[in-house]
């Protein structure tokens, strides 16, 4: 299986002001049949939040929204994620961009609050607030494919904004969950960027793996990482456990690539960061 990673359960917090509320942002970065899953993960992830008490006010969702209307969809209107429940995850949905529709400077005005007739919705967030952001996509070494390889996502595009989004005060702890291909090269850029975590499904020289596998769908479901990080993030104590803990659950349960924390070091400690704090929105 390779090796876990070690963290310092020493680590000072840094000071940082109470938390007043929770936003999350997920990003499905592709298009197609062929990559149903991604979009998947990502309504899977979305109605995790809404049952934690999250509201479409506090999620923004950007995803191709090309799957339901489908001809290859054996079941219209619907997105499901396990072909034994049936459960259709494209209920009560708000999309609020399509993919196809944005670049990845657009993205950057999103998460950096910057709205204009384009961008109506950006994050609304200030240093009171933890930010959750999930992604689902394609990677290279180097970088994140944003839709069909437009390799614009770089991990120095990546550093520029988070230390952009630090600086303009729009998050008091940041937790960025990167299901893609190589995505720890994106992550490892991402260094010394103040009270920011990454977790990501594969390291730098490594590929993710999807799974499920689905013959009538005749296209994977979900991916690996993602679905061993529903699994914990659905089980009855998940909101007792550390991030370390999550960490942990998420590399056991993982197939074919290692699971990687990013900039613990600038985060803080993570066997003193819970789920609860970025998955659960209790303001409401």
Same mark, same amino acid.
């Given at each position: 299986k390779g090796y876990n990673q070690d963290f310092d359960d020493t680590q000072i917090e840094t000071h940082l002001k109470p938390c007043e509320g929770n936003k999350a942002v997920l990003i499905a970065a592709? +298009?197609?049949?062929?990559?149903?899953?991604?979009?998947?993960?990502?309504?899977?992830?979305?109605?995790?939040?809404?049952?934690?008490?999250?509201?479409?006010?506090?999620?923004?969702?950007?995803?191709?929204?090309?799957?339901?209307?489908?001809?290859k969809n054996p079941y219209?209107?619907?997105?499901?994620?396990?072909?034994? +429940?049936?459960?259709?995850?494209?209920?009560?949905?708000?999309?609020?961009?399509?993919? +196809?529709?944005?670049?990845?400077?657009?993205?950057?005005?999103?998460?950096?609050?910057?709205? +204009?007739?384009?961008?109506?919705?950006?994050?609304?967030?200030?240093? /009171?607030?933890?930010?959750?952001?999930?992604w689902s996509g394609h990677g290279a070494p180097g970088s994140l494919l944003w839709d069909e390889n437009q390799k614009t996502i770089t991990?120095?595009?990546?550093?520029?904004?988070?230390?952009?989004?630090?600086?303009? *005060?729009?998050?008091?702890?940041?937790? *960025?969950?990167?299901?893609? /291909?190589?995505?720890g090269s994106v992550a490892a850029k991402c260094k010394g960027v103040p009270n920011l975590l990454l977790m990501t499904a594969a390291n730098d020289k490594e590929t993710s793996k999807a799974e499920l596998y689905a013959p009538l769908w005749n296209t994977y479901l979900s991916n690996s990482f993602t679905m061993a990080m529903l699994e914990t993030l659905q089980g009855e104590n998940y909101y007792d456990l550390s991030i370390r803990d999550l960490y942990?659950?998420?590399?056991?349960?993982?197939?074919?690539?290692?699971?990687?924390?990013?900039?613990?070091?600038?985060?803080?400690?993570?066997?003193?960061?819970?789920?609860?704090?970025?998955?659960v929105n209790s303001n409401h």
């Open positions: 592709s +298009s197609g049949w062929g990559n149903y899953r991604h979009q998947a993960d990502m309504l899977a992830y979305y109605q995790l939040l809404k049952m934690n008490g999250f509201t479409d006010d506090d999620i923004i969702l950007i995803m191709a929204d090309d799957l339901v209307s489908d001809p219209p209107g619907q997105i499901i994620r396990n072909n034994n +429940s049936l459960e259709n995850l494209y209920t009560d949905v708000k999309v609020d961009y399509k993919l +196809s529709l944005l670049t990845p400077f657009d993205l950057k005005n999103i998460l950096l609050g910057i709205s +204009s007739e384009k961008l109506p919705v950006v994050l609304d967030s200030d240093d /009171c607030d933890n930010i959750l952001l999930l991990g120095d595009f990546m550093s520029d904004l988070f230390n952009e989004m630090y600086a303009a *005060g729009k998050y008091r702890k940041l937790f *960025g969950i990167i299901e893609a /291909c190589y995505a942990s659950e998420a590399f056991s349960k993982t197939m074919g690539s290692h699971v990687t924390l990013y900039n613990m070091e600038s985060f803080g400690n993570v066997f003193f960061n819970y789920v609860f704090e970025y998955f």
